[in-house]
């Protein structure tokens, strides 16, 4: 799976302020490899500070015709900015389990 964009459905959620749930979706994911994978996330969004604050997350994808998956981590910011979205950092998470849900 090293290298592997997945481009389905995909919803990352994170910890709150208040220990709650916040979810997001998320345009793709990238895995680096089965334990490593990335996504691109705006600086300015919940999602980023609940990472920077928390970091802990669950990705969901969704994919026809009958796939539904749930990986939970540990994730953190790789770099603050990308080349190509100024405002976008790199989140790198650590896969602690997949569920096939």
């Given at each position: 799976m090293e290298n592997r964009r997945i481009g389905s459905a995909v919803v990352v959620a994170t910890v709150d302020a208040n220990r709650g749930p916040h979810t997001a979706p998320l345009g793709s994911i990238c895995f680096v490899s089965s334990k490593i994978m990335r996504f691109g996330c705006d600086r300015k969004h919940d999602t980023y500070v609940n990472i920077k604050r928390n970091g802990r997350?669950?990705?969901?994808?969704?994919?026809?015709?009958?796939?539904?998956?749930?990986?939970?981590?540990?994730?953190?910011?790789?770099?603050?900015?990308?080349?190509?979205?100024?405002?976008?950092?790199?989140?790198?998470?650590?896969?602690?389990?997949?569920?096939?849900d």
């Open positions: 997350v669950v990705v969901s994808l969704v994919a026809s015709p009958d796939i539904s998956v749930s990986i939970r981590g540990k994730a953190r910011v790789a770099k603050e900015r990308t080349e190509l979205v100024n405002s976008d950092a790199v989140i790198e998470v650590g896969v602690e389990e997949v569920k096939d």
